[in-house]
């Protein structure tokens, strides 16, 4: 059993290098293309866009959502931004009404139904070329819009277009572990786009030709995760989704470890149960990186931070158990006597070092997602506390996302 066990944690080591590597690599071939823009971008054609903001109870920060939108660099008169109430049960709704006599604004409501159906109700309205979403706690940079609409204009292949996501103004300990996270997502989601293998597009300002729409249909429940869904809808039919690592949204995050395991749940449970539904794309070498990398690697990290946390937990209870035994036998001042440092005892094992490599990768892409967005790369201690959080927090959502998946337990939005 304990060879099995080596063998699968070496094999879940070697794809785990692997797939940083890759990343790197294609970092280093591509790095050049990385063009940080801080001036104002200007389009030699502005297309006609919607902007659908989906809302439900989010009084807290619609109103700051919707001045964004209005100041954004765009000509009003080719932006329309449709404001959908799903059905609250706070003041979003009163307060969306103060925005209607704007020429450019449109508001709807309709009962409870989920994001997915206050999406669709938009899109039966959309008379332009493209067409956005955007979560209603998050916020537009000024010249997001047209540096993700260059993307179109550059490249008619291109079906969709994502942003980079930042935390808005984070304010405590979960925030600020967040923010971390989404400085190295923005570097995997910027390599991943070079090799069309984009797996989402979330709800911070997705933007899509409209013809997406028109050939596949409109959004889907998809387990709550209808943007994950609609990104594997989009490789099923060769569709491509780019990147613009320089058009910014900023998105409210949680502010507590326990919102986050909320929010997380949610997504991976999304995740495995819109892979159940396309497991066809898996491995078919027609679909490309997206199915031979990007889909297998979220399975295998699911899988190895499951794994890898179980043996830690039965490693730790092992430990704990002979440390009771010496107490017994020798008291606890004999325990704590025969305990001293010595360097000599320092794990300098292959595999030690293969590990102390993967946490300097981890670090390299969190500061080059940090180049990215702030255009310096600069270290931060938050990067060693979030590590050490997700370390132990993340195999627990992964864990409670796989038990309901097995039992059928669907997680709640909120």
């Known amino acids: 059993m304990a060879s099995i066990t080596s063998m699968v944690f070496y094999v879940l080591i070697f794809l785990s290098v692997y797939v940083q590597v890759f990343f790197l690599v294609t970092f280093f071939e591509n790095r050049r293309k990385i063009i940080i823009k801080n001036r104002k971008t200007k389009l030699a054609k502005y297309p006609t866009i919607t902007v659908i903001v989906s809302c439900w109870n989010e009084d807290k920060t619609i109103c700051k959502t919707i001045r964004s939108l209005l100041d954004l660099d765009y000509p009003k008169e080719k932006l329309k931004i449709f404001l959908v109430d799903d059905g609250s049960t706070d003041n979003t709704w009163y307060l969306m009404k103060h925005f209607e006599k704007q020429s450019n604004i449109f508001i709807f409501h309709k009962e409870n139904g989920g994001k997915h159906t206050a999406i669709n109700l938009g899109l039966q309205h959309v008379e332009t070329e493209f067409v956005a979403c955007l979560d209603a706690d998050s916020f537009v940079h000024p010249q997001a819009l047209n540096r993700m609409m260059q993307c179109f204009l550059e490249n008619k292949d291109i079906m969709a277009v994502i942003p980079a996501t930042i935390i808005y103004n984070p304010k405590n300990f979960a925030q600020s572990i967040q923010r971390i996270e989404y400085f190295g997502s923005i570097f995997i989601k910027k390599m991943l786009s070079f090799l069309n293998g984009l797996h989402v597009t979330p709800g911070t300002l997705p933007i899509y030709r409209r013809e997406v729409f028109d050939r596949l249909g409109g959004f889907r429940k998809a387990h709550n995760t209808e943007d994950g869904e609609i990104a594997l809808r989009m490789h099923q039919h060769n569709l491509r989704i780019d990147y613009c690592h320089n058009a910014y949204v900023y998105t409210v995050s949680p502010d507590s470890l326990y919102k986050l395991y909320k929010q997380r749940l949610r997504w991976y449970y999304g995740f495995i149960k819109n892979l159940i539904d396309y497991k066809h794309l898996l491995l078919k070498p027609k679909f490309g990186v997206f199915s031979l990398l990007t889909l297998p690697s979220g399975v295998i990290s699911i899988l190895g931070i499951v794994f890898l946390f179980l043996i830690f937990v039965s ?31 320092f794990n300098i094992k292959s595999i030690s070092l293969i590990l102390i490599g993967c946490f300097f990768l981890v670090v390299f892409t969190i500061l080059v997602g940090r180049k990215i967005v702030e255009n310096r790369f600069q270290p931060s201690f938050y990067i060693i506390f979030y590590i050490i959080t997700y370390s132990i927090i993340a195999p627990v959502w992964f864990l409670k996302a796989v038990y309901n998946v097995i039992v059928s337990e669907r997680p709640s939005w909120r």
């Open 315 to 345: 490693k730790f209870i092992d430990f704990f158990v002979k440390e009771i035994i010496k107490i017994q036998a020798v008291g606890i001042n004999g325990a704590l006597h025969l305990f001293k440092f010595d360097w000599f005892y």
